[in-house]
């Protein structure tokens, strides 16, 4: 909607003043134009509806249809033909018989007779008078029976209103010629002749199809009588659409022009319908609006909502007593008024992102309440890319899957929506932030699909606990976080103040990390594996650890990620292989048969020396291949046409090779048919969450119901609670890994260990 301009404005406290003056102007021209005529039949039809009720059953209608034509004969019929009908009704009693046909015309003499001998017959017998229009001279042309049909029956005019639709929605009371006045054809069936002219607006909240009707063929034969008509009101008619006399039921669809005498009647029947026209609906409206201008949003919103639910409301409540009101004006002032307020406040705020309607970023920085609350931000790494190739309507489309998935659970209200791809959103105190983030991220495997098409979302996340700063300073570091994760390919990141102090060490990781291996900063942890069949500690996973002279432990997911991204994995890989290998083979030795898991980048599968370079590594330990388990990380290199030839090659040392972390990446069954794996490894967040969240326990039972399928064997990492172990059994799990059975501990402390469980079993 433009606005109404001038190149000298007003200042802003005038706007209100001349937003409400232009909707009282336009409102009434409006409603005086009737330019809501539709929407208010439409609004009308809605309410008929739920209003809806069926007819009193006294007025019948025998109808001219199709039976009858083919079973009486071609209408129009002869005039003594028409005559057994009339006296077939007489015969069946009614209150009244009232004929919607014209008979204006002389025919056969003989035939006339006999009509005008059956309506003689009749007791109370109306025919149909069509007025005209309008006069020449004072000369009305009305179309009216034959003098000698007239004689011993009344009149009532079929005069109807239509609207564009051909819609009858008013009936005028009767008509008034040389001084006498001749009644509708409702007013006569109601028995409501008020004697005076005007209209009245037909209430089809009245159903059409519980008003009874009769073939007129079975009248004639006597199917039709006592039984059905005796004090009954009956209306003939033409009931056969291919003899013309078809209108719009307004809710109802088309129908012959008989049904609307008929509800017309029924209206008059329940009360005196009052109409009301536009004009107080428009009043009211007005003065709710003017009401509205000096308030304060909140008000305005309730005020105008109120108004709004009142016009809509109230007419179905005053439908029910027959009372009419059209509220089209009234609603167009309210609405012309509302996007006015609404148009000036996101001007005046500009809190709003032009595309998705979501609250922007600057509206996170005004919101006062969300300022001590922990701050995320997700930033959707290629969504610069996507948006290139959609239309607008596509890129809100975009956004709303997008925040749909953010909004999972009961951790996120207001999602906050930046340019180029960010979003961000505060959560409460207390929430598992981490558990939060990653099961969020596990939402954003699955590709959006906009108009059929699949498009995957590369996002990470920045968190920003709270800090006691501005919203805007918070709002830099969770971006600054989410960024960090992005380069060193993590899911997400904390944001660490002391960290940003720190440049220099983030850009010389990598070269510090080689120098660490060969300084023996860099050593192996490792963590047992469970096998839930014997309840015995069967094997372990090798870890690498870092701890840096100066800055302490060094977290894994910072530099091995790190490493893996920038094809700097191959040393750190081949120097826990090393000692994993050494470790296990000491093991072997001396506490009995123990497998070893070392993860395994799928970049390294460039190399094709890699199966020799580890049958070197078993020789030189003693280590049985049968022992040692690959597990093969950051799979979505194999998406680019990695080649696997190594991976076969270390199979047939007698290798086993694992799936780690399935259901992120290219966890499909095209990818387990590909890969040579005997081992599969559910990834933690799936395992973690499974006691709480449906879909994750669903996840992990059809995992493991495939892998066994396969004859593959499954392992379940990320197991904290005896619970989510008993879960594990339950599910024919082979093997756990977590907390709960080991955390990463030296090789010196894993032997104690075994050596602990062997002196039990031993008593």
């Known amino acids: 909607?433009?606005?109404?301009?001038?190149?000298?404005?007003?200042?802003?406290?005038?706007?209100?003043?001349r937003t409400l003056a232009w909707a009282l102007v336009l409102g009434l021209l409006f409603g005086l134009v009737a330019a809501g005529e539709y929407a208010e039949d439409r609004l009308r039809v809605i309410r008929n509806h739920i209003n809806e009720r069926p007819a009193s059953g006294d007025i019948v209608i025998v109808g001219i249809d199709e039976k009858a034509v083919t079973q009486v004969g071609r209408w129009p019929w002869p005039r003594g033909r028409y005559?057994?009908?009339?006296?077939?009704?007489?015969?069946?009693?009614?209150?009244?018989?009232?004929?919607?046909i014209l008979f204006p015309e002389k025919s056969d003499p003989v035939q006339d007779r006999l009509l005008a001998q059956a309506i003689d017959r009749s007791e109370n017998l109306t025919l149909a008078y069509l007025p005209k229009a309008g006069a020449q001279e004072g000369k009305y042309e009305d179309v009216r029976p034959l003098p000698e049909f007239r004689e011993h029956a009344g009149i009532g005019t079929i005069a109807l209103r239509y609207n564009y639709a051909n819609e009858g929605w008013f009936i005028p009371y009767g008509a008034s010629r040389n001084g006498s006045f001749i009644p509708s054809m409702s007013a006569i069936l109601a028995d409501r002749n008020k004697g005076s002219e005007g209209e009245f607006r037909v209430?089809?909240?009245?159903?059409?199809?519980?008003?009874?009707?009769?073939?007129?063929?079975?009248?004639?034969?006597?199917?039709?009588?006592?039984k059905e008509l005796e004090g009954k009101t009956v209306i003939v008619g033409l009931a056969a659409e291919r003899l013309g006399d078809q209108f719009m039921l307004p809710g109802w669809g088309k129908a012959s022009g008989v049904y609307i005498h008929a509800i017309g009647a029924e209206t008059l029947k329940a009360g005196a319908p009052v109409d009301l026209g536009w004009v107080p609906a428009y009043l009211i409206a007005s003065l709710l609006v003017v009401l509205t201008m000096k308030r304060k949003l909140r008000a305005q919103v309730l005020l105008l909502g109120g108004g709004t639910v009142a016009l809509l409301a109230v007419p179905l409540l005053l439908e029910r007593i027959q009372i009419f009101a059209d509220v089209t004006p009234g609603l167009f002032v309210i609405l012309w008024v509302a996007t006015g307020i609404t148009m000036q406040n996101m001007k005046r705020r500009g809190l709003t992102n032009t595309v998705s309607g979501l609250p922007n970023l600057n509206a996170l920085r005004r919101a006062g309440h969300e300022r001590d609350r922990p701050l995320i931000v997700a930033r959707v790494i290629n969504y610069p890319q996507i948006v290139s190739t959609l239309s607008v309507a596509q890129e809100r489309a975009l956004t709303e899957q997008i925040v749909a998935r953010l909004k999972v659970g009961s951790e996120v209200s207001t999602v906050y929506q930046g340019d180029e791809g960010i979003f961000a959103w505060t959560v409460t105190a207390g929430t598992a932030i981490g558990h939060h983030v990653e099961a969020l991220h596990a939402l954003f495997r699955s590709p959006a699909k906009i108009d059929g098409k699949p498009f995957d979302i590369a996002i990470s996340f920045?968190?920003?606990?709270?800090?006691?700063?501005?919203?805007?300073?918070?709002?830099?570091s969770a971006l600054v976080a989410a960024d960090e994760a992005t380069a060193e390919g993590l899911r997400w990141k904390y944001h660490d103040p002391e960290r940003l102090k720190d440049a220099e060490w983030r850009l010389s990781l990598l070269s510090q990390l080689d120098e660490?291996?060969?300084?023996?900063?860099?050593?192996?942890?490792?963590?047992?594996?469970?096998?839930?069949?014997?309840?015995?500690?069967?094997?372990?996973?090798?870890?690498?650890?870092?701890?840096h002279p100066?800055?302490?432990p060094i977290s894994p997911s910072e530099f091995v990620a790190a490493a893996e991204q920038s094809d700097r994995i191959e040393k750190l890989t081949l120097f826990v292989l090393d000692r994993a290998i050494a470790a296990a083979a000491k093991i072997n030795r001396e506490h009995g048969p123990f497998d070893m898991a070392v993860n395994l980048s799928a970049r390294m599968l460039g190399d094709k020396t890699l199966p020799s370079r580890v049958r070197e590594l078993l020789d030189r330990h003693g280590l049985d291949p049968a022992h040692l388990t690959l597990e093969l990380t950051e799979t979505a290199t194999l998406a680019n046409g990695a080649d696997i030839g190594p991976l076969y090659g270390l199979r047939d040392l007698g290798i086993k090779i694992s799936i780690d972390d399935y259901g992120t990446g290219l966890s499909t069954l095209e990818y387990l048919k590909k890969i040579p794996a005997s081992e599969i490894k559910i990834d933690q967040s799936f395992v973690k969450s499974m006691r709480d969240h449906r879909s994750d326990l669903v996840m992990v039972q059809s995992t493991i119901a495939l892998a066994h399928s396969l004859g593959r064997t499954v392992v379940a990492e990320g197991v904290e609670s005896r619970e989510i172990l008993d879960m594990l059994v339950a599910m024919k799990c082979e093997i756990a890994q977590g907390f709960i059975i080991g955390r990463p501990c030296s090789l010196t402390d894993l032997s104690k260990r075994l050596t602990g469980e062997r002196k039990r079993r031993a008593a």
Do not use: C
Not at 83 to 100: C, F, G, N
Not at 462 to 476: P, Q, T
């Open 203 to 226: 209430d089809y909240a009245f159903d059409p199809a519980s008003i009874p009707i009769y073939s007129a063929a079975d009248v004639i034969a006597g199917r039709v009588g006592k």
């Open 550 to 552: 100066e800055k302490g």
């Open 1 to 17: 909607m433009r606005w109404p301009n001038r190149r000298n404005r007003e200042p802003g406290a005038k706007r209100p003043a």
């Open 83 to 100: 005559a057994k009908l009339i006296d077939a009704l007489e015969a069946a009693r009614p209150d009244q018989q009232v004929h919607d």
């Open 516 to 547: 660490a291996i060969d300084r023996g900063q860099v050593w192996v942890a490792f963590q047992p594996q469970l096998d839930l069949v014997t309840n015995r500690v069967r094997g372990a996973e090798a870890l690498a650890r870092w701890t």
């Open 462 to 476: 920045g968190v920003e606990i709270g800090s006691g700063r501005s919203i805007s300073n918070r709002l830099g």
